[in-house]
T-cell receptor, first 110, second 116 residues
Framework: ETGVTQTPRHLVMGMTNKKSLKCEQH?????MYWYKQSAKKPLELMFV???????ENNSVPSRFSPECPNSSHLFLHLHTLQPEDSALYLC?????????FGQGTRLTVV | AQKITQTQPGMFVQEKEAVTLDCTYD???????LFWYKQPSSGEMIFLIY??????QNATEGRYSLNFQKARKSANLVISASQLGDSAMYFC?????????????FGAGTRLFVKA
């Protein structure tokens, strides 16, 4: 248990569905991240939030929409995804040193 | 440009032996941090060890040590006395202290297989 909780752990969604991934940390960290991990690519940084402000968007398609309402919560809203978006989505938080990861959401787009 | 390079997609080691996992990095920052994470088949990312760019001593954490060679921009992970439970993916990562916050980027990973 790292202190970073992601829900749901598994998600299957159709290409026309809208769903959200949730991440929660109570470690008092200032920065939160979304990463995508797929079989064919290295771990990819998607978004960075620092003190609730988005500071990084690594050319992520607009069908992924992050939201950070406060420093403890981070969401990833999904709509009209493609099958190639199927992957493990990892949330992480950090203060000054290492990032702490959640257990991830395994997403399958059908 | 790829900033973290792990050239070994897979490595095999005999139980109880030591193994070195390679990592090279590229940055123009003077201040940065280097990390190693372990990812077992269950998927969670487990932090193993950290080395700051200004740390003169190589970091050690139990059976893990980081062979930090700043001039060569390498940060290899050494696992001593390998155990069967060490079989996992291992990721090298770098945090650059840019003004946008502490962005951590990862290498492609090395899959370690420990043989009995």
């Amino acid at each position: 248990e790292t202190g970073v909780t992601q829900t749901p752990r598994h998600l299957v969604m159709g290409m026309t569905n809208k769903k959200s991934l949730k991440c929660e940390q109570h470690l008092g960290h200032n920065a939160m991240y979304w990463y995508k991990q797929s079989a064919k690519k290295p771990l990819e940084l998607m978004f960075v939030y620092n003190f609730k402000e988005q500071t990084e968007n690594n050319s992520v398609p607009s069908r992924f929409s992050p939201e950070c309402p406060n420093s403890s919560h981070l969401f990833l809203h999904l709509h009209t995804l493609q099958p190639e978006d199927s992957a493990l989505y990892l949330c992480a938080s950090s203060q000054n040193t290492e990032a702490f990861f959640g257990q991830g959401t395994r997403l399958t787009v059908v | 440009a790829q900033k973290i390079t792990q050239t070994q997609p897979g490595m095999f080691v005999q139980e109880k032996e030591a193994v070195t996992l390679d990592c090279t990095y590229d940055t123009s920052d003077q201040s940065y941090g280097l990390f190693w994470y372990k990812q077992p088949s269950s998927g969670e990312m487990i932090f193993l060890i950290y080395q700051g760019s200004y740390d003169e001593q190589n970091a050690t954490e139990g059976r893990y040590s980081l062979n930090f060679q700043k001039a060569r921009k390498s940060a290899n992970l050494v696992i001593s006395a390998s155990q069967l439970g060490d079989s996992a993916m291992y990721f090298c990562a770098m945090r650059e202290d840019d003004t946008g916050g502490f962005k951590t980027i990862f290498g492609a990973g090395t899959r370690l297989f420990v043989k009995a």
